[in-house]
């Protein structure tokens, strides 16, 4: 798997996870993720998942 290969399963992947509309059609990889960031409503969403990270290790904004 090339390096847009995996850029394309993750954008899908974003978008899945922060909508339940379908990916806009036609769009993929940078493009994708780009339209994901812009969404109006986006609902929680937590993508640090680590066997190596403990929850204290970890910071996020207030």
């Known amino acids: 798997m090339d390096r847009n290969d995996r850029l394309n399963r993750e954008a899908e992947s974003l978008w899945r996870a922060i909508s339940a ?6 769009l993929r990889g940078a493009r994708l993720l780009d339209a994901a960031l812009h969404l109006k409503t986006i609902g929680p969403y937590d993508r640090l998942h680590s066997p190596h990270l403990r929850a204290s290790q970890i910071t996020r904004p207030r």
């Open 21 to 26: 509309e379908p990916p806009p059609r036609g």
